[in-house]
Structures are given as C-alpha cells and as structure tokens.
C-alpha cells in the first residue's frame, strides 16, 4: 500500500508554543466520521465516496488497512470489547461490521432506510442507528449482532448522543429541527426538543450535564440542559458546523465548520470561542487521541486526515491568501494635506498609531 504524507504548510508550522499541524495524510475519498483505538493506537476514518474504513497508525500517520463496507459510509463506531467496528452505510441500508485488527467483514446488518447516524452504548451492548430518510432509530445488539426493535423519531434521524448515567439517547433530527429523547433500555421515545436549523451531530456531556447540538444551517452550538431539557445557550461558529468531540476533562469543545475549512475550539466553561484551527477542506467529524494529546480531523473535500498538536492553545491562522506586504515596514510615503496642501510625510508618525483613510470619488 502506498503511504503519502502531506506536510503542513504555513506559519503554524513554525509557532512552536502553540498548535501545529503535524501532517495531512491522504485517506481516500470523502472521509468522515473518525474513531480513535488509544489502546491499540490506530484511528479508523469512514471515507463515503470510497465506500471503504481506513485504520490509520496514530504514531506513524499512515495507514495500516483499507476495508469495503457499503455504500456511503458516514458515522463509524468501535466496540472496544469485541473488538468491532459498525458503519452505517448509508446508501445500502446497512449497517457493516468488521473486525478492527484485520478489517475483514463479520456481517452486514439490515436497518432502516439511508442511516446516517449512529449512537453507542456500551454499557447496555447496544449500537443506535438513525435512519435518515425513516425518522426511526434501530437498536442493534453489539454482542450478538442482530436488531433490538425500531422506534420512531423525525425526518431526518442522524446523529446518536447517549448518557449514560440516564440512561437516555438524544437523536438529532436534521429535517425537524429537533432532537427526539428516548429510553435506551425499553427504546420508548420521551419527549422532543426543538432547537435549529439543520442539527447534524449530538455530544453528552455527562460531567457537566450538558447536551450539545451542532445546528448546521445555523452555523451555531446549542447548550442543552440534560435535566430540563431546556437550550441553555447558543454560541455562533464558522459555516455549517457538522461534526463535533468533546475533551470534558479540559472543558473544551472541538466543532468541524465544514463550509469554512476549519475547527472551533469552544471553551464550554466560559461559553465561548477560544480559537480556530485551519484544517483541510470540508472537515466532516474529528476525534482526540487522548495519549499523544492529538485531534484528529477528517476533511471530506481534501480527502486527508488531518493531526493537530496541542490543538487546545490558540495559535497563528495559517491562510494561503495572505498578501507577502503582510508584517513588513509600511513604505514611505508623502501627500499634501487638505489645509493649504502642506506636504505631509509617513515620517510624522513613525512608531505611532494612526488610521489611513483611502476616499476615491467618481
């Protein structure tokens, strides 16, 4: 297999007491979803243009297998136990299990029509898919590989959070705007929550009680109660936000602005954006390595996978369009003034702050 790193290029490369981008390493076509393995040390990326899940080495950067699944392969979940992980395969009605050392194919699981989502419960042994195209939510059984029962949510089912100390699931719900809650013992659905446009991907934060919705034709976060149900807030983000991982421990939330090419990094304490990170094109989900201290962000429209280094310090915005008289001594410069057409000089305020007001008139 032919192992091609991309450097990362910019002035975040060479800010050393902030982030840095470790490398862009090609995956295949239109990665999404990304799990992490810390134990085992490998990320696996769900690529759904290629319709295969690449397991990467996370201290090489490079691939160690590439697997067939279905068609369209957007959320990827890893079953430490068993060893497995679950696809939903969006354009076959599928869900596809494999075996996360080899990548070879334990079975193929039939669930309701375009999964989009899937929810995880280890706990319980049981996977949550939301079926996109249905509105309903499948229970899959992660032991023995067979389907639960089905329960219904609202156009658009996709994105699967569950708490575990309620033992509630919350599913984003992309063409109602809603999250639908639900019991994932007895799989009874509870009780609806509206929030905005377009939500794309649901996070629990059980420490802090706390549910986040990443409303993607919004272009905001919303904070969820997980007692009342309330929305606590709001926080505005960069252009459709769609995937999303949390690190509770330092209260941070990382948010992949897929129509900007970057990551918010949102300080979940304070309530607010701390900084941004440009990543590649279109990132569609990302994930911690909690050893190496890395995030890792899947670009679907760059088809790489980008690492990041100590992604939670605020570091210099790398930008390709940068104009090369950025950071240089402004030129010297004289033009009469507008009272008797004194010459004035750039001399004048050398060392000084001022405000150049360029006026043209036709």
């Known amino acids: 297999m032919e192992q091609r790193h991309t450097p990362a290029e910019g002035p975040a490369c060479s800010v050393t007491p902030f982030h840095r981008i470790q490398v862009h390493c090609p995956v295949g076509k239109g990665p999404e979803a990304v799990v992490i393995d810390p134990d085992g040390r490998r990320a696996f990326v769900a690529c759904s243009r ?18 067939g699944v279905g068609r369209e392969p957007i959320p990827i979940v890893l079953d430490q136990p068993t060893g497995r992980l679950f696809t939903a395969d969006a354009r076959s009605d599928t869900v596809s299990v494999l075996d996360a050392d080899t990548g070879d194919r334990v079975t193929r699981i039939p669930v309701g029509a375009y999964p989009a989502g899937l929810g995880h419960a280890p706990g319980l042994r049981r996977l949550f898919v939301g079926n996109t195209a249905d509105g309903t939510i499948t229970a899959v059984d992660t032991d023995r590989l067979t389907v639960l029962g089905t329960l219904v949510a609202e156009p658009g089912a996709g994105s699967i959070a569950v708490d575990p100390a309620s033992g509630r699931g919350y599913c984003a719900n992309f063409l109602a705007g809603s999250v639908t809650v639900f019991d994932t013992r007895t799989l009874r659905p509870l009780g609806r929550i509206a929030v905005r ?9 059980p420490y802090a009680g ?7 034709l919004h272009g905001t976060i919303s904070r969820v109660s997980l007692d009342t149900g309330a929305v606590l807030d709001e926080v505005p983000v960069e252009r459709a936000p769609v995937g999303m ?7 941070r939330l990382y948010v992949c602005n897929r129509g900007a090419g970057t990551v918010s ?6 309530g607010r954006e701390s900084h941004r990170i440009v990543v590649g094109n279109a990132p569609g989900d990302c994930a911690l390595d909690p ?7 899947s670009n679907a429209g760059s088809g790489t996978v980008t690492f990041v280094d100590r992604p939670w310090l605020p570091g210099r915005r790398a930008s390709s369009a940068e104009h090369p008289l950025v950071g240089r001594r402004l030129p010297g410069f004289e033009l009469p003034d507008l009272r008797g057409g004194r010459i004035r000089t750039s001399r004048e305020w050398s060392e000084k702050k001022y405000v150049i007001n360029f006026f043209a008139s036709w």
């Open 50 to 67: 290629g319709n295969t899940v690449v397991a990467l080495d996370l201290g090489r950067a490079a691939p160690v297998w590439r697997a």
């Open 197 to 205: 446009e377009g939500p794309c991907k649901a996070v629990v934060n």
């Open 210 to 216: 706390h549910l986040y919705v990443a409303n993607s």
């Open 245 to 251: 991982c949390l690190d509770a421990a330092s209260r």
């Open 265 to 270: 990094v949102l300080d979940t304490g304070a």
């Open 291 to 297: 050893v190496a201290g890395t995030l890792v962000v």
